[in-house]
């Protein structure tokens, strides 16, 4: 009877003894474990959005943490208009920007809602390379390291992260890329995400100087998101046991974008479209030169009028290229040759076509013409040499989008034109002192 009351407490006993080492070598495993084991890194790459500072796309860094629960979304594209002297930051090239971390879900939600491309890819990594990459962004979001001076084409949120890829991998990454050419030219990249919008891919395209006409390198492209995706998928590396990886262990497409213009496969010669518009330009002045005559009131202020509009829009690009170039860090506006034939000089033609459509007095009408007619001149040549410097080493600007738009109706509005040359003789008779000094040559 003793003894049978005493048996449940040996099963108990040799039940405790038998389970002992099963959780001591469950512990000794957990003990062996890193913190990287339990993080899960995904880069998420997304299309264009309806602004313009989202046409080129996003890219962001997720880290997912098992023991936590947590999806953290770590964002270097951050910035805020309500900055202080945001605006006149941004003018200068001096814009800051900061990196961020948030919840991952609130991040994804948000750019499916707005209609943006989200494409997921896990990466490949050691639990060392994991640990040390969270460790790095995460110092990165703290304040005193957070903010940094943003660059369009060499610090951005793509080369952020493509240099956090190339940390992950040792060096390889960059090795790999740096030193293979470019499909494109950085102008050719941007323009394969303007082309649907016409003023401002011939703007953006005015603006540029040369410096972004050069050959660049695989590594220099990865400024644009979707080159990063494009470049991780296939690519392998060896970890640091010496063991072959593939970077990218799964893709996952999240979302597709419905009805946004694609980003072109490769960039369209534009300056077709810009000719069109030039010629078209100038068959409207040709048709006012040909009013003129037959009705000379309503010719001559569609005449000046024209031309006054003309000078508005060509001036304030000018204007804009202008201090772009002289007095901000924009480098990418530098050594641009457009201000040969476009700058603020065109404002001219803002009051001298006010005085060709309403100035009463011939005299001083004929003048403001005869002036306004040696501004489009400037401009004609000015463009045409624009053209002829590309002649001489150097001087490589692809340009030609703004030489087909303004110089087909600068043409028509020169001197260079047969009308040009009635308009002078015209013109002579009407000025002693111009009569007299052609008498003396």
Request: with cysteine; charged share 20%; hydrophobic share 45%.
């Amino acid at each position: 009877m003793n003894g049978f009351g005493k048996s449940p407490c040996v099963l108990a006993v040799l039940m405790v003894l038998l389970l002992v080492p099963v959780f001591s070598l469950s512990a000794q495993s957990e003990a062996g474990r890193s913190r990287g084991d339990y993080l899960t890194l995904k880069i998420a790459v997304m299309g264009p959005g309806d602004e313009l500072y989202f046409w080129w796309g996003h890219i962001a860094l997720i880290v997912e943490d098992a023991v936590s629960g947590q999806s953290r979304f770590y964002d270097y594209g951050l910035f805020s208009f309500k900055n202080v002297r945001f605006f006149v930051n941004f003018a200068m090239g001096r814009l800051l920007y900061s990196c961020g971390v948030s919840p991952t879900e609130v991040n994804i939600n948000n750019y499916i809602r707005t209609n943006r491309d989200v494409t997921i890819y896990t990466l490949n990594l050691p639990a060392g390379k994991k640990e040390a990459i969270w460790s790095f962004v995460e110092q990165n979001v703290l304040p005193e390291n957070r903010d940094y001076y943003y660059h369009h084409f060499r610090d951005n949120c793509a080369t952020r992260i493509r240099d956090i890829i190339d940390l992950a991998t040792n060096g390889q990454f960059k090795e790999r890329f740096a030193p293979a050419p470019g499909r494109f030219t950085l102008r050719q990249h941007v323009r394969r995400h303007t082309w649907f919008s016409p003023f401002f891919d011939w703007f953006l395209n005015f603006l540029m100087g040369q410096g972004i006409d050069t050959p660049i390198t695989e590594w220099e492209e990865m400024f644009l998101p979707a080159e990063i995706g494009n470049r991780i998928q296939n690519f392998r590396y060896t970890d640091p046991l010496g063991k072959e990886r593939t970077l990218v262990s799964s893709t996952e497409i999240l979302y597709r974008a419905v009805n946004r213009p694609a980003v072109l496969d490769k960039p369209r010669r534009q300056w077709i479209r810009e000719l069109f518009l030039g010629l078209f330009i100038a068959g409207v002045l040709v048709f006012f030169f040909w009013l003129r005559k037959t009705k000379p009131k309503i010719g001559r202020v569609l005449l000046g009028l024209s031309q006054s509009f003309l000078g508005l829009f060509f001036g304030i690009a000018g204007v804009i290229l202008f201090f772009m170039t002289f007095f901000t860090n924009h480098d990418y506006t530098y050594h641009n040759s457009n201000f040969l034939y476009i700058n603020p000089l065109i404002l001219a033609a803002i009051p001298l076509g006010i005085k060709v459509a309403w100035e009463k007095d011939q005299k001083k009408r004929l003048f403001s013409e005869w002036i306004l007619r040696g501004l489009w001149t400037y401009v004609v040549l000015g463009g045409i040499l624009s053209m002829v410097i590309k002649l001489f080493p150097g001087f490589y600007q692809q340009n030609q989008v703004t030489q087909a738009l303004v110089l087909p109706f600068a043409l028509v509005l020169s001197f260079i034109p047969p009308g040009g040359k009635m308009f002078l003789k015209g013109l002579v008779p009407k000025f002693g002192w111009f009569r007299k000094k052609a008498g003396t040559r």
